[in-house]
């Protein structure tokens, strides 16, 4: 059985700067429509990982490596899938709608990942800034997440949060008008 999640730090190779040039490059992709319509708003419709950039090249092998860590083995790699999602209270969309999770063929096992690439400087509660992770599944209705209750997996800027694509998830609580970045993976096995 898998750990619910754990976080890896990669602030020593993925620094502050670097970390900016990601963001303004998601930026522009977004600011180009590059970002998928039948999915939350500005999240990016291309394969973030697949950018011959060092950042990106980087961000790639740092959640490869955060992936087996996290099973503690190296696994035969299937897929890997990546994107990146620009949110903020300008562009906040109803959470409850927000709720997914990545294991969508059977045949596969699924490792999912959030790196936690930028906060606004504003955002004062980092606890539910992260991720909201429902172990126990969710049901569509006014009441919300059934089963195990969802908790906040807090926001830890430059640190993959990674985590069984069967879980279901959404978005941290938005607290700031400017953007809030994250990079999204998943590794199939």
């Given amino acids: 059985m898998f750990q619910q999640h754990e976080?890896?730090?990669?602030?020593?190779?993925?620094?502050?700067?670097?970390?900016?040039r990601v963001c303004q490059s998601i930026k522009r992709g977004i600011d180009e429509g590059n970002w998928f319509e039948n999915s939350p708003k500005y999240q990016t419709n291309w394969n973030v990982f697949g950018s011959p950039q060092e950042d990106f090249v980087n961000l790639k092998m740092s959640f490869i490596w955060s992936a087996f860590a996290f099973l503690g083995k190296e696994v035969q790699i299937k897929n890997i899938q990546s994107w990146s999602y620009m949110t903020s209270l300008k562009a906040a969309e109803d959470r409850d709608t927000l709720w997914h999770n990545h294991n969508h063929d059977v045949t596969t096992t699924t490792v999912s990942g959030v790196y936690y690439l930028h906060l606004p400087d504003d955002v004062k509660?980092?606890?539910?800034?992260?991720?909201?992770?429902?172990p126990g599944g969710v049901v569509n209705t006014m009441d919300g997440p059934k089963g195990v209750d969802p908790y906040f997996a807090p926001w830890r800027t430059g640190q993959w949060m990674i985590f069984p694509g069967?879980?279901?998830?959404?978005p941290?609580?938005?607290q700031s008008h400017e953007n809030r970045f994250i990079i999204a993976a998943d590794m199939e096995f």
């Fill in 166 to 170: 069967r879980i279901y998830h959404r």
């Fill in 7 to 20: 976080y890896y730090d990669w602030n020593a190779l993925i620094g502050e700067h670097s970390r900016q």
């Fill in 172 to 174: 941290g609580i938005l």
């Fill in 125 to 134: 509660d980092l606890e539910s800034a992260g991720t909201e992770l429902a």
